[in-house]
C-alpha cells in the first residue's frame, strides 16, 4: 500500500500521560498536514510541513502539542498530558506541491481515547 | 472557519443520481471549490474540484452557478459504497501560505437499497 500510513490506529491513554502517534506520507510529497477530528464534526486544521519546515500552527495546537517532520519525509506528533478533551481521531496527510490545486491524500487516523 | 452551507443529511436511492447541494455566497474570485467525502472509519478522500466551469471525473460531476455562489455534486448512480459524510469546501489561492482545507460540517449522504 502506497498511501498515507499512520501509526498506531489506536492508542488508550490515561489522563496525563504523553503519547506519540507517527504519519509517513506518500513517497516524494512534500507538504505534511495534522488534523484532528471530534465526533460529528468535520476535520480541523492543526499545522502544517513543507519538508522538515513547520510552516504553520493552528491556535488548537496548544503548547502540550509538538509536531517534528525531522528529514522532510516522515512525521510525528506528539501531545504531552493528555486530557480527556484530547480525545479525537487525529488525520495526516500529504500532498505533492508543485503546484496549486494538488489534491490531499489523508491517512486513516489514529484514534486517541484518553481515561 | 468553513465559508460553505450544505444540508446535514440527505437519502437517496440505490442507482439513483445524488445531487449533494452547498451554498458559497462569500466566495471571491481566487477561490475554488473543492468535494471531499469521508467515509466512516476512513480518512477524507479527494473527490473533485472546480474554479467556474463545470467538471467531471471518473467519481462525480460538478456544476457550479454562473454567480459562483452555489454548487453542486452529482454522483450520477449513487451505490451503498456512496455512504458517506460530503464536504464542499472553498480553497483559496494561497499567498505564500499552506493551503490547508477547512471544513464544514458536511452532508451526510445515505443511499438506500
Known amino acids: 500500500d502506497t498511501g498515507v500510513s499512520q501509526d498506531p490506529r489506536h492508542k488508550i491513554t490515561k489522563r496525563g500521560q504523553n503519547v506519540t502517534f507517527r504519519c509517513d506520507p506518500i513517497s516524494e510529497h512534500n507538504r505534511l498536514y495534522w488534523y484532528r477530528q471530534t465526533l460529528g464534526q468535520g476535520p480541523e486544521f492543526l499545522t502544517y510541513?513543507?519538508?522538515?519546515?513547520?510552516?504553520?500552527k493552528s491556535r488548537l495546537l496548544s503548547d502540550r502539542f509538538s509536531a517534528e517532520r525531522p528529514k522532510g519525509s516522515f512525521s510525528t506528533l506528539e501531545i504531552q498530558r493528555t486530557e480527556q478533551g484530547d480525545s479525537a481521531m487525529y488525520l495526516c496527510?500529504?500532498?505533492?506541491?508543485?503546484?496549486?490545486?494538488?489534491?490531499?491524500?489523508f491517512g486513516q487516523g489514529t484514534r486517541l481515547t484518553v481515561v | 472557519d468553513a465559508k460553505t452551507t450544505q444540508p446535514p443529511s440527505m437519502d437517496c436511492a440505490e442507482g439513483r443520481a445524488a445531487n449533494l447541494p452547498c451554498n458559497h455566497s462569500?466566495?471571491?474570485?481566487?477561490?475554488?471549490v473543492y468535494w471531499y467525502r469521508q467515509i466512516h472509519s476512513q480518512g477524507p478522500q479527494y473527490i473533485i474540484h472546480g474554479l467556474k466551469n463545470n467538471e467531471t471525473n471518473e467519481m462525480a460531476s460538478l456544476i457550479i452557478t454562473e454567480d459562483r455562489k452555489s454548487s453542486t455534486l452529482i454522483l450520477p448512480h449513487a451505490t451503498l459504497r456512496d455512504t458517506a459524510v460530503y464536504y464542499c469546501?472553498?480553497?483559496?489561492?494561497?499567498?505564500?501560505?499552506?493551503?490547508?482545507?477547512?471544513f464544514g460540517k458536511g452532508t451526510k449522504l445515505t443511499v438506500n437499497p
Open positions: 510541513f513543507q519538508n522538515e519546515a513547520q510552516l504553520e
Open positions: 462569500t466566495i471571491s474570485g481566487n477561490e475554488y
Open positions: 496527510a500529504s500532498s505533492l506541491g508543485v503546484s496549486f490545486n494538488t489534491e490531499a491524500f
Open positions: 469546501i472553498v480553497r483559496p489561492r494561497p499567498q505564500g501560505g499552506s493551503e490547508k482545507l477547512v
